[in-house]
């Protein structure tokens, strides 16, 4: 019986898989969205080797990942496939972690992962924060309707999409397990990096919860703990893109009404994120209460809501405002001294 070959140290493949088992999911325990974000990118740098640099995946060597590789995959990136900046610069962040990861395993490839790291991200153009206002999320809510058992689960789906500001991939996790019935009625939100958020659920939002849960139909064989809260057909889980449809059906549909309606915006689900956030920063409450509500890992990436809103910025400018000038000024063109010393400039 002929014994299977060892292989080489240096073939990266050994190391990829070594960095998803044991680094991500073992050591950081990464939630399935960052594994499958991960992944994404790393399939495109061993794609880029192929298509490129003709090394197929099984022959790639740790030494083919050098600086001069890696700029010239996020070259291609951008000028091949058509990716934005903050895209290859999430993909860098990407190759920075495997790199980070192999210099702890490989020290005497310091030198080559030392100048990888080195690569400096893309400065990214700042984007407004266009948001809805609390009328138009009003019209938006109220469209769905409840004539049919779709209609309400799209009424309950878009309102606790904007009541709990919750990410589309939060949204798709919910469970029936997930909503904490009673009042005041909270849900349960399993965030980025499996961390957990208990939201509460305004009174209006809850009552629609509520009457939802008492008639949607549950699976049979489906405990609480893992029955979707938002079924598609045949009682599948909804997915991001799914939800992106439903809300893409129903913006048409006021937009049909209205042509007016949000002009110029394009709605996503993290608009509504978005319009949630900037609402509750326009009703004064703290940033510290938006930041636990909406999952960031720090306060300064709440903050660019208050950066954004210019007319609570102008209102907090005006109450804090004591007027210190005169409330007339002298008429100078009276000021003989003045007008001479004035037209002496010009001689």
Same mark, same amino acid.
């Given at each position: 019986?002929?014994?299977?070959?060892?292989?080489?140290?240096?073939?990266? =493949? %050994?190391?990829?898989?070594?960095?998803?088992?044991?680094?991500?999911?073992?050591?950081? +325990?990464?939630?399935?969205?960052?594994?499958?974000? /991960?992944? *994404?990118?790393?399939?495109?740098?061993?794609?880029?080797?192929?298509?490129?640099?003709?090394?197929? !995946?099984?022959?790639?060597?740790?030494? $083919?990942?050098?600086?001069?590789?890696?700029?010239?995959?996020?070259?291609?990136?951008?000028?091949?496939?058509?990716?934005?900046?903050? #895209?290859?610069?999430?993909?860098?962040?990407?190759? %920075?972690?495997?790199?980070?990861?192999?210099?702890?395993?490989?020290?005497?490839?310091?030198?080559?992962?030392?100048?990888?790291?080195?690569?400096?991200?893309?400065? #990214?153009?700042?984007?407004?924060?266009?948001?809805?206002?609390? *009328?138009?999320?009003?019209?938006?809510?109220?469209?769905?309707? #409840?004539?049919?058992?779709?209609?309400?689960?799209?009424?309950?789906?878009?309102?606790?999409?904007?009541?709990?500001?919750?990410?589309?991939?939060?949204?798709?996790?919910? $469970?029936?397990?997930?909503?904490?019935?009673?009042?005041?009625?909270?849900?349960?939100?399993?965030?980025?990096?499996?961390?957990?958020?208990?939201?509460?659920?305004?009174?209006?939002?809850? *009552?629609?919860? @509520?009457?939802?849960?008492?008639?949607?139909?549950?699976?049979? =064989?489906?405990?609480?703990?893992?029955?979707?809260?938002?079924?598609? !057909?045949?009682?599948?889980?909804?997915?991001?893109?799914?939800?992106?449809?439903?809300?893409?059906?129903?913006?048409?549909?006021?937009?049909?009404?209205?042509?007016?309606?949000?002009?110029?915006?394009?709605?996503?689900?993290?608009?509504?994120?978005?319009?949630?956030?900037?609402?509750?920063?326009?009703?004064?409450?703290?940033?510290? /209460?938006?930041?636990?509500?909406?999952?960031? +890992?720090?306060? &300064?990436?709440? @903050?660019?809501? +208050?950066?954004?809103?210019?007319?609570?910025?102008?209102?907090?400018?005006?109450? +804090? /405002? @004591?007027?210190?000038?005169?409330?007339?000024? !002298?008429?100078?063109?009276?000021?003989?001294?003045?007008?001479?010393?004035?037209? &002496?400039?010009?001689?």
């Amino acid at each position: 019986m002929t014994a299977r070959p060892v292989p080489r140290a240096d073939l990266a =493949g %050994r190391w990829i898989s070594k960095f998803f088992t044991h680094h991500l999911a073992g050591e950081r +325990a990464v939630s399935p969205p960052t594994m499958a974000s /991960y992944r *994404d990118a790393v399939k495109l740098l061993l794609t880029w080797f192929k298509d490129v640099q003709h090394i197929p !995946p099984e022959k790639l060597r740790l030494a $083919d990942i050098d600086r001069a590789a890696v700029l010239g995959f996020l070259d291609w990136l951008q000028a091949q496939r058509g990716c934005s900046a903050s #895209t290859r610069n999430q993909r860098l962040a990407v190759i %920075r972690s495997l790199c980070r990861y192999l210099a702890a395993e490989q020290p005497e490839r310091l030198d080559q992962i030392t100048q990888i790291l080195a690569i400096r991200q893309k400065k #990214t153009p700042g984007h407004e924060l266009g948001h809805l206002t609390g *009328d138009q999320v009003k019209i938006l809510l109220a469209q769905p309707g #409840t004539a049919t058992t779709r209609a309400v689960r799209d009424t309950v789906l878009l309102a606790l999409a904007y009541d709990t500001a919750a990410r589309v991939q939060e949204l798709c996790d919910l $469970d029936e397990a997930d909503i904490r019935r009673g009042r005041p009625m909270t849900v349960v939100i399993h965030g980025k990096g499996t961390k957990v958020r208990y939201v509460p659920v305004m009174n209006p939002t809850a *009552d629609l919860v @509520e009457d939802y849960l008492e008639h949607r139909g549950r699976h049979p =064989g489906l405990g609480a703990d893992a029955d979707p809260l938002f079924c598609g !057909p045949h009682h599948s889980r909804l997915t991001r893109s799914g939800i992106t449809k439903i809300l893409d059906r129903h913006v048409r549909a006021v937009r049909a009404r209205d042509p007016d309606w949000a002009s110029g915006l394009a709605i996503t689900p993290h608009v509504l994120r978005r319009s949630r956030a900037m609402h509750l920063v326009q009703a004064g409450v703290n940033l510290i /209460y938006i930041r636990d509500l909406l999952g960031h +890992a720090d306060v &300064s990436t709440t @903050e660019i809501y +208050a950066r954004a809103d210019a007319e609570a910025r102008r209102k907090a400018i005006e109450n +804090a /405002y @004591e007027p210190l000038t005169p409330d007339t000024m !002298p008429d100078w063109s009276h000021d003989a001294a003045l007008i001479g010393w004035l037209d &002496s400039l010009s001689r």
